[in-house]
Structures are given as C-alpha cells and as structure tokens.
C-alpha cells in the first residue's frame, strides 16, 4: 500500500481537500460564463474580481457547516445538506454585496450552472474522500512505547473518526509495564526501539508508559529522534489527536514546561479589537431579534413578566460579574434558593425558552458584557461562583480555566454537548484547557465559524 508520511502536517487530507474544492470553486463561474457563450469567455480577467471574491465567500460558508473538520462524522446526507447550506450562503454573500457593487453581479443563468457544476463536482470529491480519509494513506504511523494503562488510553479512541490521524503500528512493553487492555499487536522488546521503528516504518513514536522514573530509555529514544523519528509524549498525542488536554494524565510540571498558555500584549490588543469589531456588527445584524424574542416572552409571561435575567458568573481570574440573558425560564424556577445545574429537557424551560435556546439566541445578550470588557466572544463558558468554588475542590486544574475572559462560545461549547453535572464539567474543562494553551486569533475565529455547524446542527452546548 502506498503511504505518505505526513510528518508536521497532522491535517494533510483536509488542507488537501480544501485546496481541491477551492479549484473546483474557481472554475466554476467559467463554466458557468462557458455554457452560456456557447464554450467561448470573451475577457476572462475581467471577471476575475468577482470569482476571487466568491470562492472565499464560499470556503467559509462550508468552513462554517463543519465540513473541514477533520474528525466530523456526518452522515453522506448530513454532507448533502452541509454542502448546500454551504453554498447558499457563499452565495447569497456574494449576491448581497453584488447589489452594492454592480461589476460583481452577475446573471441569474451563470450562477445556477456554477452552483449546480459546484454541488456536483464537491458531492463526488466528498465521496471519494470519505473513502480515502478512512484508508492509511495520509495517517501517521505510531508506535507506542507501553502496554499498560496509559497506553490502553489510545486503545480506547475506538471511534474511525478519532483515529483518522494516527495508525497504531504496535506497542513495545515498557520496563514494568503489564499488558492492559487489548493492543493491536504488541512487539518483540528484545530488539532496539529503532529497529523496530525502521521496521513498521514509524513515523512517530508515543512514550505511553505507566512510570518513568529510572526507567525511560533516553538513548534509544534520542537515537530514534535523531534519525527522524518524531519522539512525543502521550498527554501530547491525545491532545493533538482530540482536541483536549486530558485532567487525569496531566500534571502541574507539564502545563509549565508545554508550549503555549502564553498571553502576549499583541494579543490582548487584537482580541479585545476583535471582540469590539465583531461583537458590534453582530449587535447590528441581530437587533431585530432582540425585539421579536422581547415581544414573544411578553406574550407567553405577560407584560410585567421579564425579559432578560442577571446572573452572577466567574470572569477572568474569578472576578464576578452580571452576565445577561434573555430569560429562558420560569420567573421563578429557584425561587427556593437551590442552586441547580441546568439541562438540555428542563422542566423549568418556557416554550419560547426552549426555542431560542435551541438556536442560543438566548446568549445574544451577552454581547454587552462583550462590549463592556466582562466578556470575550471566544472563551470557556462563564459558570456560576457556586459551582466554580465546588467544582475546584474536587477537578484538578479547574480554575486554570479563569486564565482567560469566558466567552459567548467557545471550544468546548462547539466541541461538547450540554454540561448538567460534574462529569460533564470535566469533560468540558479538558476542552477549556486546550483552549487556554492553544488559543490564538485563527483559533477564534474557527470556533466563530464552528458556532455557525452547532446553532443549525443542534450540537454542542444548549
């Protein structure tokens, strides 16, 4: 079998794919323009502007849709109808700023032969990379250095979408490991760890064992990495391969050595500039639905019923705030004074509660605590003080959470459902880590786009 080694390019099949829909995109409008003239484009430079225009617009509306995810497990239907919510959008985009600028519209003819031409072509590449994808020619060959416990870990990402990065090539028994788990096929340890690197052609190999202390084998691991052989440890791998920073494996003395957690004052400027810019044009955009959800409330609750509710959260570094929001609820649904932990089939939801909490318009509020500097619009989900103080006596590294301002959305709300108990909480704060060390602008600006998949898939955070 022909393999590719995709050594530092974890994400080779989707840059791939995203290259090829962009030139399938590109061409479109000629053929559109082709069909039309009968196989002659008089000045195809001339309508350059507006093709260069209206591929962008396009690759993220399917950015948007989730069809770039690397892990996305979408059903070829579910594919269909991303694909054509996709172009739509791109589309309408185009068309609306098409009005404003009449060199770029263009006929009602040409467009339809280009979007069906663009819906045809991307449907077959879809197929032909759900094929691939799923085949071993662009993974990463890895061998873990493990058998027990920690390296039953990777054998427990048993879903094809997690492993679409990685093909376990075997596991080599660590010094005072014992076999845990079922691993794919476990190696002879009497040989060199480079030899049998070299012999199932490893791209990368994972140090999975259960305990190092005196028993990591330094030379033999620099001998691999120094012939080429990626050398990464297993919190790192997990991390790259699922998107999260796994509590129950990390310690303090990883978190400080890793790369990242870094809050430069550049990127300080550019978030809050950010958050100012886009918080402000989506406050524009959505006003009118500040009213029609104002006037819905009223008519369910009555004209003295509220419409919007403050609630005490924890912001950057602990420091409490009032986050807004539309009210979802009964007026009165802690009138005990018990604090309860919401869920996605909540009795105390409204009818209109639970509509717009379906299409978080819920959260749209909570754009004035963005202007007002409490809140980013990227970030982990701001949680009430209650729970923050009882969640960090019994979750390591909770309020490392706090590093950062919460947001509006975030990673691990487009990464993770509906948080209704401790366990949850968890799982998310995996994902809020991952976050706080990885975070940057293009990051932000991924989880923007993702937040589009969630609200019209019905995924994520509720």
């Keep these: 079998m022909i393999t590719l080694k995709t050594s530092g390019l974890p994400r080779l099949p989707i840059y791939v794919l995203f290259v090829v829909e962009g030139l399938v995109l590109f061409s479109s409008p000629y053929v559109g323009w082709s069909l039309k003239s009968g196989g002659v484009v008089e000045d195809p430079y001339s309508v ?41 959008f791109g589309s309408l985009t ?29 449907l077959m590449i879809r197929f032909l990379f759900r094929k691939i994808i799923d085949k071993n ?6 061998l873990v250095y493990g058998t027990g416990q920690n390296a039953a870990v990777i054998s427990d990402l048993r879903r094809r979408a997690d492993r679409r990065g990685f093909e376990i090539v075997g596991n080599v028994p660590a ?10 096929h476990v190696l002879d340890e009497e040989r060199t760890l480079l030899e049998i690197a070299r012999e199932t052609q490893a791209d990368e190999i994972v140090v999975a064992m259960d305990d190092r202390r005196g028993k990591l084998p330094e ?29 129950d494996l990390v310690d303090s003395g990883w978190l400080i050595f890793s790369p990242g957690f870094r809050i430069s004052w550049s990127r300080r400027v550019l978030k809050r500039l950010s958050d100012l810019l886009i918080g402000t044009l989506i406050l524009l955009l959505t006003w009118p639905l500040f ?37 979802s609820m009964q007026v009165d649904a802690e009138k005990a004074g018990e604090r309860k932990w919401a869920n996605v089939d909540d009795e105390r939801t409204t009818r209109v509660g639970r509509v717009i909490r379906r299409f978080r318009f819920d959260e749209l509020p909570q754009l004035i605590n963005v202007l007002r500097g409490q809140m980013s619009l990227v970030g982990p989900r701001p949680e009430r003080p209650e729970f923050v103080d009882k969640l960090a006596e019994t979750i390591p590294f909770y309020v490392e959470r706090h590093s950062v301002k919460p947001g509006v959305t975030g990673w691990a ?5 509906y948080a209704a108990s401790e366990e949850d909480a968890t799982e998310k704060l995996q994902y809020d880590l991952y976050y706080v060390k990885n975070h940057s602008l293009l990051l932000d600006l991924a ?8 609200i019209l898939w019905s995924k994520g955070a509720r």
Excluded: N
Aim: charged share 20%; net charge positive; glycine share 10%.
């Design 175 to 184: 010094l005072g490991d014992t076999i845990e788990g079922q691993h794919a």
């Design 413 to 417: 709300q487009v990464r993770y459902s």
């Design 94 to 122: 185009f068309v609306l700023l098409g009005l404003a600028i009449p060199s770029l519209q263009v006929g009602l003819d040409v467009g339809a032969i280009a979007l069906l031409y663009s819906l045809t072509l991307l």
């Design 48 to 88: 350059l502007p507006g093709v260069a225009l209206f591929v962008p617009l396009v690759l993220l509306g399917l950015t948007s849709m989730g069809l770039y995810h690397f892990h996305q497990r979408a059903w070829f239907h579910e594919v269909f109808g991303r694909l054509v919510a996709g172009l739509f």
């Design 291 to 327: 009213v029609i959800i104002a006037l819905a409330i009223k008519l369910e609750d009555g004209l003295r019923a509220p419409v919007m509710y403050r609630q005490r959260r924890s912001g950057l570094r602990g420091k409490l705030f009032s986050v807004f929001k539309f009210r």
């Design 137 to 142: 020619v662009f993974r990463r060959k890895t």
């Design 219 to 247: 030379w033999e691991l620099l001998d691999c990495k120094l012939r080429g052989i990626d050398v990464i440890d297993l919190i790192t791998f997990l991390e790259r391969e699922t998107g999260k920073i796994r509590v």
């Design 447 to 454: 989880i923007i786009l993702q937040t589009v998949e969630v």
